[in-house]
């Protein structure tokens, strides 16, 4: 069993839907939380950060950790054709500087 | 300044000859990491550098892989007796506190 879970996707919805990306983990150590959308043949981009269990709002993008149930999610609101792209959580813990990913959500929003 | 830039963009090569990337980093990060990501999966971490020690290294990285940041500034990582499993994009990342910066990673073909 991977560390972090993430469902592949595709995940097609209208323009203007809301967005909802998950991610399960089962190390307990795993203390801060992101988020990442990657464009076909460019590298990752960081969206969010969160270090601790809650809410965090940028924009149209809200990130939701929950520490007890080891599952983060990532909502987008008012999605766009822009937002089409692969989304993935990264999360690491304090002693070690790598990051453990998901394998990624492929996202397509329809005009 | 202008993010973290990876060369080359692109590369193939035959099976057995060796290869070397290189990355520059922001120029204010003083960590700089390196990752592998294949088709349809997230990064998958291969090495840490804080300034121009080497500080973490993946099982993942082979004695035929080796990775230098002199002086802290670029970094290099080279891949000798290159096998078609080595097919892979190679990204370089680097953080100077919350989360890391991407580049756009450089795409190893060994044919």
């Known amino acids: 069993q991977k560390e972090v879970e993430q469902d592949p996707g595709p995940l097609s919805v209208p323009e203007g839907a809301i967005v909802s990306l998950n991610c399960t983990y089962s190390?307990?150590?795993?203390?801060?939380f992101m988020w990442y959308r990657q464009y076909s043949r460019k590298g990752p981009e960081l969206l969010m950060y969160?270090?601790?269990?809650g809410n965090k709002e940028d924009g149209r993008f809200t990130a939701q950790v929950d520490k007890s149930s080891k599952y983060i999610s990532l909502f987008i609101r008012d999605s766009q054709p822009s937002d089409s792209a692969t989304y993935l959580c990264?999360?690491?813990?304090?002693?070690?500087?790598?990051?453990?990913f998901g394998s990624g959500t492929r996202l397509q929003v329809q005009p | 300044d202008t993010g973290v830039s990876q060369d080359p963009r692109h590369k193939i090569t035959k099976r057995g000859q060796n290869v070397t990337f290189r990355c520059d980093p922001i120029?204010?990060?003083?960590?700089l990491y390196w990752y592998r990501q294949t088709l349809g999966q997230g990064p998958e971490f291969l090495t840490y550098?804080?300034?121009?020690?080497?500080?973490?290294k993946s099982r993942l990285l082979s004695d035929r892989f080796s990775a230098e940041r002199p002086k802290g500034s670029f970094s290099t990582l080279e891949i000798q007796r290159t096998e078609q499993g080595d097919s892979a994009m190679y990204l370089c990342?680097?953080?100077?506190?919350?989360?890391?910066?991407f580049g756009s990673g450089t795409r190893l073909t060994v044919v």
């Open positions: 990342a680097s953080s100077g506190g919350d989360g890391y910066t």
């Open positions: 190390n307990s150590a795993f203390q801060y």
């Open positions: 969160t270090y601790s269990s």
């Open positions: 990264a999360m690491g813990d304090t002693g070690r500087r790598a990051l453990t």
């Open positions: 120029s204010e990060h003083n960590r």
């Open positions: 550098f804080q300034n121009e020690a080497q500080l973490e």
